[in-house]
Structure formats: C-alpha cells, structure tokens
C-alpha cells in the first residue's frame, strides 16, 4: 500500500527531523517497516538513515521519511491486536501461563506509546477488547479468558484477517502526527483448522495494510510430535510470518514470560522508511520490488517485498 502524505500528517524534511506542521500534497510515500538484527540474531537500535540504501528495481532511491521506535513519549507509537488461540488445542494450564505472560509483556512496552486490542479464535473469531492504551481495561479483559469448549476448529488464518481489518478500522491512523508500527501477535499450536480466508490473501491484505504478523507457537504442538523437534506446522509453512515482516517465537512448557520479553524486543527494534515513487511508477499500476539493506551488512526483514499503487 502507498500511503499518502496527507494522511501521516508528516513532512519528510531532513531524516530524523520532526514536524508538527500538516501537508497536504498529491504527493504519495512508499512506506516500508523493516527490523534489524547482528550476526547472534539480536536486535539492532540506534541506526540512523544513513545506516540505509534503499533499491527500487534495483536502482538505489532517496530515503524521503526516517523514524525509529524509541522509548520516549514523543516518538513512533504503536498498534498491537492479540489474536488468541482458545480452541481444544490449548490446556488450561498453557491459557493461565498465558495471561501471566501477556501482563509482562504489556509492562515491558510501558514507556511507548501504545495502544492494544484482544481478539480470541477457536470455531469462531471474536473480538473481546478494542483498542485502548488502559492498561487495566487490558488485564480485565485477559482475566476473562475461556477455552472453547467445542474445540473443533482453529481459524487462526481468519483471525489474522479480522485484526488486519480491526487496525484499519479502528487503529489511529496517526498519533500525535506519528505514524504507528502495526502488529498482529497470533498466539497458537500451528495448526489452523476450518479457516474460510486463505494464507495467501491475509499476507496480501497485511502487506497491504502495512502490518506485521508475529508468531507464538505454544507447546501443545509437541504432544503431536512425541519427540523434542518439532516439525514445521502449517502455520509456519504459510510463510505468513516471513512475508509480513514478523518473526516466530517457540514457547517452552516451564515460562512464557522470556519469550513474551524478547518479542517485545523485536517488535520495538522496528524503523520505518520511506521515499518518492517516480511519477511514471505511481502511475503504471504494476508492482515494484524494493529491497534495503545496512552499509554494515547487517540482516534486514521487511514487512513486504514491493509496492503497487492501485489506480
């Protein structure tokens, strides 16, 4: 998706220089989030536009807009759903480790600027919470949750669907003229069940809404198994996770809590770049491969492999 300047209510002045001023062009940025991490897998911080090259089409392009997740009131803001699996899949024991964990995970973004909501899936997709940055609204809402007792389908795929369509419609499109990093944190076994919408057109519509899809393989997948290596759900197969930009994190049966903490690490190690399509490419209505890369050779991901702006 091609997002309009006008919308951001942004001026992409010098890279990390900030304006409160509202432009209003027919101008449109292509907007890309993309996370960092070294040669160990750790997140990077601190990097500024500089640090980035930029190629559309394999020809380097002008970074036009830059803005890092820092920890300060001032800065990018973020927009997170959780989409919980409640189907038979999931023990109650996993669901009370779960709450524990999701309540540190929240503490651990206390100094951003955030702002959540709560969905559940099993035979069907509801949303218990919308967006709000109350964080005891939150906790109330986790304390109330019930496994499915019917337990016969898991439409992880539809749910993601819904919480893209939750953050397009009811997210802030900018806070405090900040554009947010958008996540769904799909928290499941790996394996959907009975879905209606598929995994190629939830990675579409989130490449689309420029969101990120991060997954939480709890430990109930092992009983399928019977051996300490798991095999590659379907979950994982779908590349929903990788084609987003997202990342997948594997739950132990002892504690959620050192995993709910480095996917908070992941997830506030973001920056946001962006640049001026050509007018002819604003135009042809064909998509477009972009690709960037660090001058230190560090490993990029993306939440999306191009653009195409639909006339």
């Not at 993309?34 to 911080?45: A, E, F, L």
């Not at 909501?117 to 949303?127: R, S, W, Y």
Request: net charge neutral; charged share 25%; glycine share 4%.
């Amino acid at each position: 998706m091609i997002l309009a300047l006008a919308v951001f209510c942004f001026a992409p002045i010098s890279f990390a220089q900030q304006t409160d001023d509202v432009i209003r062009v027919d101008t449109e940025l292509a907007a890309f989030e993309v996370t960092v991490t070294d040669k160990d897998g750790k997140p990077v911080r601190g990097l500024k536009a500089e640090d980035f090259k930029v190629f559309e089409n394999g020809k380097e392009r002008k970074i036009d807009f830059f803005e890092p997740l820092k920890r300060q009131n001032d800065t990018r803001p973020l927009s997170i759903v959780f989409a919980l699996d409640v189907s038979g899949s999931m023990t109650a024991d996993e669901l009370e480790r779960l709450r524990a964990a999701l309540q540190t995970f929240l503490q651990n973004l206390a100094d951003y600027q955030s702002y959540f909501a709560i969905m559940t899936f099993g035979m069907e997709v509801k949303t218990l919470q919308s967006f709000t940055n109350r964080p005891e609204k939150l906790e109330k809402t986790f304390s109330k949750l019930m496994k499915d007792q019917e337990g016969l389908s898991t439409h992880a795929y539809d749910a993601v669907d819904d919480a893209i369509r939750l953050l397009q419609k009811k997210s802030p499109s900018s806070i405090k003229n900040q554009l947010p990093k958008r996540a769904v944190v799909l928290i499941t076994d790996g394996f959907p069940v009975g879905d209606i919408v598929s995994p190629k057109t939830v990675i579409e519509r989130a490449n689309n809404a420029e969101t990120s899809v991060y997954s939480v393989i709890l430990p109930s997948f092992s009983r399928l198994q019977g051996n300490k290596k798991p095999l590659m759900t379907p979950l994982e197969a779908s590349g929903l996770t990788e084609k987003t930009g997202g990342k997948i994190f594997y739950a132990t049966r002892n504690n959620f809590e050192p995993l709910f903490k480095a996917l908070a690490e992941e997830i506030t190690a973001s920056y946001v770049l962006a640049f001026y399509p050509s007018d002819q490419n604003q135009t042809d209505g064909k998509f477009h491969e972009v690709k960037i890369e660090t001058s230190a050779g560090y490993t990029i991901k993306q939440n999306r492999a191009g653009y195409k702006i639909k006339k």
